[in-house]
């Protein structure tokens, strides 16, 4: 790529982010819930296609309304890959806070952000989630807490399945990935080591294009539940769907309209 061409994707980057800037100051104080998810689900796509990333939604269950929804982790585009079919709420770790822009656009669409290793803060988010819940919003996190290579799927914490408990809601697990255009894994999406979200976000940019794939899986049943067993069954379906080959044919492309 050139750097003309790198210089163009950056500045249409900058003006799309101030534009999410403006509507979460200006819009979404006063927007009904369908209003922002439409917002939300109409930047991120348009964000997506900026990146040259591609978004289907794969043959799965279809997605629910109102449940607790749980995926693996790879990647900081992850949040407006599933905003762009599926607009949630995020639990989120605290570093993405400090990302530029990006962080505080999170935090304008509802993020909640949970420093690792703070018991008080997890109590006082996790009685947020049961409201939220109990709201009959949906809400996404990630389980593994940190991110993984793809095709790998760390052990999930077990801590907020709980509030699935509580609230009786059911928990969707979700595959995320990113292929390349042989239907490999697209190693340029990685975000693991050393990796800053700048070298990240220009690796994206200069690199070939991405197709992202995100598959709603066969919901759990919360409600009498425990968190680990939900957990660990969570996982091993999202374990299983990413060891499943990709099938381009029959998944859905999203437009960046």
């Not at 109102?66 to 639990?91: E, G, K, M, Q, T």
């Not at 197709?211 to 091993?236: F, I, K, N, V």
Request: one cysteine or more; a positive charge.
């Amino acid at each position: 790529m050139t750097r003309f061409r790198l210089a163009w994707r950056l500045a249409r980057v900058t003006v799309h982010l101030l534009a999410g800037l403006a509507t979460c100051a200006l819009v979404f104080p006063w927007a009904s819930r369908r209003l922002r998810d439409a917002a939300t689900r109409r930047w991120s796509r348009r964000l997506l296609a900026i990146c040259n990333v591609g978004v289907e939604a794969a043959p799965g269950s279809p997605p629910l309304e109102h449940a607790l929804f749980v995926a693996n982790h790879i990647s900081w585009l992850d949040i407006f890959v599933i905003n762009s079919l599926y607009p949630c709420r995020f639990v989120a770790k605290a570093e993405i806070r400090s990302w530029p822009v990006l962080g505080w656009l999170a935090a304008a669409a509802g993020t909640v952000f949970i420093a690792r290793g703070n018991r008080r803060e997890l109590r006082h988010i996790f009685k947020g989630l049961v409201l939220v819940l109990g709201q009959g919003e949906r809400v996404a996190f990630f389980p593994e807490g940190t991110v993984a290579q793809q095709g790998t799927v760390l052990p999930f914490h077990a801590n907020l399945f709980e509030a699935a408990v509580d609230a009786r809601v059911q928990v969707q697990p979700c595959a995320v990935a990113y292929l390349d255009a042989a239907g490999g894994w697209h190693r340029g999406v990685d975000y693991t080591g050393d990796v800053t979200f700048v070298d990240s976000l220009l690796a994206i940019l200069k690199g070939a294009p991405v197709r992202a794939r995100l598959a709603c899986l066969t919901p759990l049943e919360g409600s009498g539940a425990h968190r680990r067993e939900l957990a660990q069954a969570a996982h091993d379906a999202i374990q299983a769907a990413l060891a499943q080959p990709a099938a381009p044919a029959e998944a859905t492309s999203v437009s960046a309209r």
